[in-house]
Every structure is written in C-alpha cells, then in structure tokens.
C-alpha cells in the first residue's frame, strides 16, 4: 500500500457483550457471476506454501488462525492514520469484513449517518513468506475490486500488498524494510498499481514516498467489474535478482536487484521474509494526488466491497522451501508442534483458566490472573531451536495493573524459557499479537502458560500462540 509515512478488581468470570452488528444492505451490484475459482493447484515445478479460500458461512470472520484483524486508526505507538493519510477507522465488524458464504472474504467501507467512515484491514499470521534459497516466491489472488466508479468511487483505496516482518512491533522502519504492493487501486479508475517501496524516505532508491511502481487496465473486463489474478513473483533464481507484477498472468512491472543496489537491497530481503495484508481504505495520499484534490467527497458512495476469492503463496526451486501452512492448530490431548497455531483454549489441564467466546472466532482462555496456568501436552519443537513465540492477547485492565505471560517446560514452576510484559490492550477483546524470545529448547515437551502479576487482579486472555524459528 502506497505510504506517505509509516513512520477496581474485574470479575473473574467476565461475560462478552453481546455487539449488535449492523446489517448493511448495498444496492445489487454487476459482480463477474463465472464460477468461482478454488486456489488453483500449483503449476508444474511449484510448491502451494499456504492459502486461504475463504469458504467460511456467511457473516462470519476470516480465521484467527490465519489473519490478525487490525483495529482503529493505528498500530500502537505507529505513525497516525496508517501513515497513509487514510481517515477511516478500521473494525473487527462483520458488517466490515466477513465471509459472504459464497466464498469470498468482502471488506466493505461504511459512512455512518454522522459521516464517520469505517473499513477492515487484515495481515496474516505468518511472518516469514520469502523464496527459498536459489528460488522464487509467488504471492497470488483473485480479486474484484470495489465495483464504483465516477465521483462516486473517490476515495475508495482497495489493496492486497505485503510488508516486511521487522515492521511488525517496530512501526519505525518502513521503508527499508521493504513492501511489495501486489495490486492497489484508487478511485474506481479501471488500473491496477503494482509497487515497490524501499530504502529511505524522502528519496532514495525507491523514490520514496512515491515507490517504484507501473499501472495497466485489467484485461477484458474492468478491474471493478469481475474478478481478476494479481500476482507478484520474488525471484532469486536469477542474476540479478528480479521482482515481478502480473495482473491474469501478463506481466507489466519489474524492478530488478541491479536498480536498488546495497544496501537497500540486502535490508528487504535479508530478513525472516514478509506478512501479507488486505484492506480498503479511504482516502488519503494515493486517492488524494490522484483526483487532484481531497477524498472521499459528499458524492462517495458507502458499502462496495473489495471481494477476495483466494489467496495463495507458492514457491519453486532453490535448495529447501518455506514449511508449509496453512498448519494443523494443536487438537484437544495435544501432540501438535510449536510452529503450528496452539489454540490457548485446547489446554490438556489449567489452573484458574476461564473460557469464553471470542470476538475474532472461536474461543480463547480469560480472567487470567497471577498463578494462572493452562498446560499444553506433548508438543514438538522440533530439532532446530525456536527463536521466539507469539501469543495473540486482550486485556482490558485497569490503569497501573499488568503482568507478564511466561512460558514454561515441564512444570509449572520451572524458570520461564520466554515471557513478555502485557498491559491494557484497549479492551478485553481489544487483540494483539505479542512477540517474546526464548532460549533454545528442542525435542517434545509439556508446555505451560503462565501468569505472572504484582497485583491480584486479571490481566490478560490469550487467544492462540505458536513459535518461530
């Protein structure tokens, strides 16, 4: 996505509140009505890494496993406004993003009737998409556009793109880390952008804030009237190295490693590899600059969404690929492994430990308090030294009341291998997802979560957690 700069003691049994959902009712649109397409199986020499078909029931959220919903108008402590200048508020509603029970993912922009604009923006849970070594990554989906155009369209700033992992937790080191825009539009104009952001901002290889980038009109139908294939391709199989844009398999942008030189080149890809996102925003820099003039207007229209058939990662060649997802998540009596998603409320035992539904799908483990526990049998971890764990986690503590989520191998009691500090999230189903490092631990194991506070009051609910090598 083009960017300007990044840059008193709770119950221990809380209960959700009830949200009521709006139901958006949009005006019937002329959607490309062709079959549906699954996630195409790889081509000959291709590995499929991982993908979501969004084939959930209608009105329901995209998988927590897969996709961290963002919420507001910034990560916490980043740059306002995404960075981007975009004035929505994004939402984990569904009236926001949902299935559509057709298979498909929608994300749809909302004017409330006090003018107030909201959206979804969604990342995946994976960090570390990149080429094998020698080979090339293939990042892909199938799309349609907002279907709006004209005066009605403005502001209206549709994209699938991809950001480098430093970025997550940091907010601070955009552009070097590198982003790659798999398809963005604005508008309602029948083009699709694709660009590259890198380097240092103003200026510099990648001349920022504006990126290397090219556009075309999307082949036959117009980009907001049927579905269309956009897919990027990381090649390292090549000297140089080369990055690739194709909208229904015609390329039409490149930018190779011979244009960006080090070390910007090495700052983008010599890291753990990307997270990918999907989002509709409005207005803001890209839409702006493009009408000349400030967006969305009084003519903008509410509620066309950007529909996601699939999206897919492939790899091919090189010496080794990316361990495959989408990964099993641990079942009920456990024998899963640290790199797939542990689901918090598959615990094998728990001390203190409540369940309760959870806002973005499924359940997750609440009123945790110091010396909580939740145990988790016979995971793997394998022979290669996880480098660190995430845990996807809510809190909506008091002000001065905050405590650390440890884990733990073998015993509850056992010096902790890896923990973090967590306070007030913005709410109890406010969600975050929270690194920590660990020391080296190999080979199978009990794994506990543990719970640790100065203060006798609940701190945190835990979603899911999984570690990273």
């Excluded at 990126?211 to 082949?219: K, M």
Aim: proline share 7%; charged share 10%.
């Amino acid at each position: 996505m083009t960017v300007t700069a990044r840059p008193g003691a709770p119950a221990r049994r809380r209960l959700l509140a009830t949200v009521a959902m709006t139901a958006v009712v949009t005006t019937a649109l002329a959607v490309n009505m062709t079959a549906r397409a699954d996630v195409p199986p790889p081509a000959s020499g291709w590995s499929l890494v991982w993908s979501d078909d969004f084939t959930g029931a209608a009105n329901t959220l995209p998988s927590s496993a897969n996709w961290i919903i963002d919420t507001g108008t910034s990560y916490p402590g980043g740059p306002a406004n995404w960075g981007t200048g975009e004035i929505q508020t994004y939402t984990n509603s569904t009236a926001n993003v949902s299935h559509d029970g057709a298979g498909n993912l929608r994300i749809t922009p909302i004017r409330s009737a006090s003018g107030q604009w909201t959206s979804a923006r969604i990342e995946t849970t994976r960090t570390n998409f990149k080429p094998p070594a020698g080979g090339v990554l293939a990042i892909e989906g199938r799309i349609q556009m907002p279907n709006v155009t004209g005066a009605a369209a403005a502001g209206y700033w549709p994209a699938f793109w991809a950001l480098g992992s430093p970025y997550r937790g940091n907010y601070q080191n955009w552009p070097s880390i590198g982003e790659f825009d798999v398809m963005e539009n604005v508008n309602g104009i029948n083009s699709v952008w694709g660009v590259l952001h890198c380097g240092v901002a103003p200026g510099g290889p990648c001349n920022e804030s504006n990126g290397i980038g090219n556009s075309r009109a999307c082949p036959g139908s117009t980009c907001q009237s049927a579905f269309h294939t956009y897919r990027f391709e990381w090649d390292t199989s090549t000297n140089p190295d080369q990055l690739r844009w194709y909208v229904d398999g015609q390329q039409y942008h490149t930018v190779t490693e011979a244009q960006i030189g080090q070390p910007h080149w090495s700052n983008m890809t010599s890291h753990a590899g990307y997270f990918l996102l999907l989002n509709v925003a409005m207005g803001g820099a890209f839409p702006n600059g493009v009408a000349g003039s400030g967006t969305p207007t009084a003519n903008t229209v509410s509620g066309r969404p950007m529909l996601v058939d699939y999206v897919a990662v492939y790899s091919r060649g090189g010496g080794s690929t990316n361990p495959p997802t989408n990964p099993p998540t641990n079942p009920p009596g456990g024998g899963g492994s640290v790199y797939s998603t542990i689901q918090a409320e598959a615990f094998n035992a728990q001390n203190g430990v409540a369940v309760e539904a959870c806002s973005e799908g499924g359940q997750n483990i609440a009123a945790l308090r110091n010396g909580d526990w939740a145990r988790y049998d016979n995971i793997d971890f394998g022979s290669t030294p996880a480098r660190d764990f995430v845990a996807r986690v809510a809190s909506g503590a008091g002000s001065g009341v905050s405590g650390l989520v440890e884990v733990r191998i073998d015993s509850p009691t056992a010096t902790p291998i890896g923990s973090f500090a967590i306070g007030n999230t913005g709410g109890w189903q406010s969600w975050r997802s929270v690194p920590g490092n660990v020391s080296a631990v190999t080979g199978r194991h009990t794994v506990y979560l543990t719970f640790s506070s100065g203060q006798p009051n609940d701190f945190v609910n835990v979603n899911w957690f999984h570690f990273r090598s």
